[in-house]
């Protein structure tokens, strides 16, 4: 198969309406974060077994299309001892692979920050591709203040995301392009889309630039949010009609699927944002979904709690929250459905 019909069958694979991906690529400190503010003790074997559970949840691939993994997690076997990429594919949903590693300040800037990982990118992602990896993601990150996001970090980041893509393209392999606009923080609706709307003029520029096929790419932005800590905060309505608003003047058409972040909302609030985007009136050029980890992951991971005997009962909310999202991609879902029994 030629290097354009692979990249093209991996977006087809991932723009499917009503799908989406789980990001289970978090760092193993950031692991140890989640887990600890359960109690769940932290090892390369418990690591193993939460994602193990996730990704043999019954009929998962129904609202799953990718997976992101973290290194550790595309070098071990699933439970079956079938390695997890591997058994992703048998269940018909794609092996992706975090690929930057992590974030370092920017010099000459209020401690803004770039991402790290450019250096031999060529030769892992090769690596990545022969061991199944068929997309791959890398993570900016911009806070939002009444003077950041500066444009010197607006411009640093721009060009690395931008040539990680087109590294990503050289090896057969679709990058997801995340500029996370940060939710902590005070700050507006308006401010926050000022910020995004800078951010995506700039990284579509430095895409051009780079030669990246925008047919291509996954774009994984945050959503146009008040800021965590702001009062009041702005409402379902409002942040999905600036999210829409932003992405219609930024994203050019040939992006086929923007799948967003969750960023810090809650499960409901990232479920509820997305169904209203779909419900607005307003014509969406492209698959809009969900690339979430805590949204998708926090419920399951409450049940769970570490211990065997609850498998089955966490696969049960992953899954429900799973089609929850899938339902909100399409907008057909309702905050009824939180209480209803009828999403099982
Ligand atoms: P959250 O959905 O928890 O923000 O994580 C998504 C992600 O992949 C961040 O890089």
């Known amino acids: 198969m030629s290097l354009t019909a692979e990249l093209q069958r991996t977006i087809t694979h991932i723009a499917t309406a009503g ?4 990001a289970a690529d978090e760092s193993s400190a950031t692991v140890t974060k989640r887990f600890g503010a359960l109690n769940i003790p ?11 559970l996730l990704i043999t949840t019954p009929n998962i691939s129904q609202f799953i299309a990718g997976v992101i993994l973290y290194d550790e997690t595309l070098h071990q076997n699933a439970l079956d001892n079938t390695p997890f990429p591997q058994k992703l594919t048998q269940l018909g949903i794609l092996p992706g692979i975090k690929v930057d590693l992590g974030l370092v300040n920017l010099p000459n ?8 990982g450019l250096d031999k990118l060529g030769e892992r992602l090769a690596a990545y591709y022969e061991k ?7 993570r900016a990150v911009y806070t939002v203040s009444d003077i950041l996001p500066t444009p010197l970090a607006i411009k ?8 990680y893509a087109a ?6 392999i679709v990058p997801i392009v995340e500029p996370e606009v940060l939710l902590e923080g005070s700050h507006s609706l308006e401010q926050c889309a000022i910020a995004s709307e800078n951010v995506l003029h700039a990284l579509f520029h430095a895409l051009h630039r780079h030669k990246v096929v925008l047919e291509h790419i996954i774009l994984k932005p945050a959503m146009v949010i008040s800021g965590k800590s702001a009062s009041p905060r702005a409402n ?14 930024t994203v050019p058409a040939a992006v086929s699927t923007i799948n967003f972040l969750s960023g810090g909302q809650t499960p409901e609030e990232a479920t509820a944002h997305l169904n209203a985007m779909h419900t607005l009136g307003v014509a969406l050029p492209w698959n809009l979904s969900y690339s979430y980890a805590r949204a998708l992951q926090d419920d399951a991971m409450k049940t769970w709690l570490g211990k065997t005997e609850n498998v089955a009962a966490a696969q049960k909310a992953f899954y429900r929250r799973a089609k929850l999202n899938s339902l909100a991609a399409t907008g057909k879902y309702t905050a009824a459905m939180e209480t209803e029994g009828s999403v099982a």
């Not at 799908?19 to 789980?22: R, S």
């Not at 640093?156 to 040539?163: P, V």
């Open 19 to 22: 799908k989406g991906i789980l």
């Open 42 to 52: 932290c090892t390369e074997d418990t690591r193993r077994r939460w994602r193990d």
């Open 109 to 116: 800037t209020k401690e803004e920050q770039v991402t790290q």
């Open 132 to 138: 199944g990896a068929r997309f791959a993601k890398w």
């Open 156 to 163: 640093a980041n721009a060009g690395m995301l931008a040539h």
């Open 167 to 172: 590294l990503c393209q050289q090896n057969g």
């Open 236 to 249: 379902v309505e409002a942040v999905a009609r600036a999210t829409v608003t932003i992405l219609r003047r």
